[in-house]
């Protein structure tokens, strides 16, 4: 990998400019990238340049958002996850302008707008007659994507932030201003819309997006937006409407399918299968070439150098509240919860002792095994996680070095559509028991292998519909470790932020330890709070500390972060 550097002004400005160049990638579509600066006039000369010159959006740009930041907010601020050592002011609800999770979400996203500007500009400026109009608009609809992506995250976590579509004009202007949120949501919404119409509906090469992971993004979007554009608390009816037709187009047209067995979601290679509809792509090279164009994220999700090459995810695991959202759990009082569940996704997304998983290769005791969860008798132990954990070299079948792991970081997936649907369906309403939105609900309830919800129960005959706060948790199941279910409660706060407090606020992210009934091979677990841990187990999310703070580099560089908000034309 060639890397060219340049002087960082700033954030916005200057850090955006940098340009990664990629060689001797395995994924189709990385196997050509540029051999030079992606502004020499010279390289946009053929349709594949041009597509090449796409390749980073995909990966290097998302590096520091992926690493660490990722499930830093996604899972640690909203509950899902939590760190009992380190990385506790995430989890404490306290992130502050100096958090260095705060720090590399807020660049990386940048970055990728940066990135994403220039790319633009140099396909307009330099792609060469012979280069199809075609490629070309589907060249820069890949940019706009990616910068629409970008901007949703950093509307979602930091408000009101400045929207930038070309950073060469902006190269001395320290005067740049913050564009309100919500003409952020109609600019991002009016950029994913022409996207659509750019894109083809089938991907030009693996793993590069199409129409369909565009429309998804506009369900997502628009489903936002209802909130969004709410008058007291009721959401925006027409934003509803348009979140679920365009969720039910691509669940009609996109010929995507949800994959039997969600366990599979996260074997590797799972890599751009029959669910996805946007992935980061990273690929495992040796050497300084591999640092960036890897995922890094499972170095610190492996709970042990036993499993693979390091491990420094020991302290993170579930939360004591979000393995109670797994049915079959049950309460037995208030510091201890007893059972097991048949719901498959957690032992896809996390490991309790004693649950084996024999694609993984254990070292134990100089020995390799097939990984069993251990068990650790003591006050505190919990449950590690498995997402995105996908073992050592002799599990993948290659050499694998640190923070260099091969696969990809989902962003999208079918399942969501499903989700979206169900609840653009259900909408202002307390409850529904619309036949589709149930049958969507459904596919991705029976697919974790539990019974599916029916208008009314099967035995008593009472009304068992279809509410919020069920399809909140399922999305949280579902999604748990994908860095999703902050976003899911930003979404609620922009209509209610009350409920998103009272969430927030009942969780329990304190100590705990698992007890299996046998081991291995345990048929229950019973979960205790550690007695003594009594402080630092609530969080107090409010008005003031719910969005991030502009991180303390960015405001002292360019101080016009810190006036208010103007509308974005």
């Not at 946009?44 to 830093?72: C, G, I, P």
């Not at 653009?424 to 036949?435: F, P």
């Not at 209610?496 to 229950?524: C, E, H, M, W």
């Amino acid at each position: 990998m060639k890397k060219i550097n340049i002087n960082r002004q700033y954030f916005l400005i200057g850090s955006l400019l940098s340009v990664i160049l990629f060689a001797g990638c395995k994924k189709s579509f990385l196997e050509k990238p540029p051999t030079d600066s992606v502004v020499d006039a010279s390289f946009y000369q053929t349709d594949e340049q041009v597509l090449a010159a796409t390749n980073l959006l995909y990966s290097k740009v998302w590096f520091d958002y992926n690493d660490k930041a990722s499930y830093n907010l996604g899972d640690f601020r909203a509950g899902t996850a939590f760190s009992a050592y380190n990385d506790r002011g995430n989890v404490l609800f306290n992130t502050t302008d100096i958090t260095p999770e705060n720090d590399a979400a807020w660049r990386a996203f940048f970055i990728v707008v940066g990135q994403s500007n220039l790319a633009i500009a140099n396909i307009n400026k330099y792609a060469s007659p012979a280069v199809s109009p075609t490629v070309k608009k589907i060249a820069i609809a890949e940019a706009r994507f990616m910068r629409a992506v970008a901007y949703r995250y950093l509307t979602m976590n930091w408000g009101d932030v400045p929207v930038i579509e070309n950073n060469l004009t902006l190269l001395n202007d320290t005067t740049i201003n913050k564009n309100t949120s919500a003409s952020i949501w109609r600019f991002i919404t009016r950029e994913m819309r022409a996207v659509a119409e750019d894109l083809p509906e089938t991907p030009t090469q693996t793993g590069r997006i199409s129409k369909w992971s565009a429309e998804g993004m506009l369900a997502r979007f628009y489903l936002t937006r209802a909130g969004v554009e709410s008058v007291g608390g009721v959401r925006n009816q027409s934003f509803l409407d348009s979140a679920k037709y365009y969720a039910q187009r691509v669940i009609n047209n996109s010929h995507l399918n949800l994959l039997s067995n969600y366990a599979d979601l996260f074997k590797y290679p799972y890599d751009n299968n029959a669910e996805s509809l946007f992935e980061l792509q990273w690929v495992a090279l040796s050497g300084d070439a591999g640092y960036g164009v890897g995922n890094s994220a499972p170095s610190y999700l492996n709970y042990s150098s036993d499993i693979s090459v390091e491990g420094w995810g020991g302290d993170k695991g579930a939360t004591w509240w979000m393995l109670s959202q797994y049915d079959g759990f049950m309460d037995s009082g208030d510091t201890v919860i007893k059972g097991r569940t048949l719901d498959q996704r957690l032992k896809a997304t996390y490991m309790l002792p004693g649950a084996s998983y024999p694609e993984i290769t254990q070292l134990l005791n100089g020995v390799n095994q097939k990984l069993i969860f251990p068990y650790v008798k003591g006050d505190v132990n919990f449950s590690s996680i498995k997402k995105y954990v996908v073992g050592k070299s002799e599990d993948l079948g290659f050499i694998v070095q640190a923070q260099r792991y091969p696969n990809n970081t989902y962003m999208m997936r079918l399942a969501e559509m499903y989700l979206i649907y169900a609840e653009a369906v259900l909408g202002n309403n307390a409850s529904t028991v619309d036949a589709t939105a149930l049958e969507y609900f459904n596919k991705v309830h029976t697919r974790a292998g539990l019974a599916p919800i029916t208008a009314t129960d099967p035995v008593s005959g009472a009304a068992t519909p279809l509410t919020l706060d069920i399809i909140l948790s399922e999305r949280f199941k579902e999604f748990a470790m994908e860095s999703m279910a902050w976003y899911d409660l930003v979404s609620l706060h922009y209509y209610n932020p009350g409920k998103a407090y009272s969430i927030l606020n009942s969780q329990d992210r304190g100590l705990y330890n698992i007890t299996p009934d046998v081991f291995p091979n345990p048929t229950n677990w019973t979960i205790r709070k550690t007695s003594w841990a009594t402080t630092e187990r609530k969080i107090d999310a409010n008005s003031g500390n719910f969005l991030l703070p502009i991180p303390a580099t960015e405001k002292s560089q360019a101080p016009n972060l810190s006036k208010p908000a103007v509308d974005y034309p």
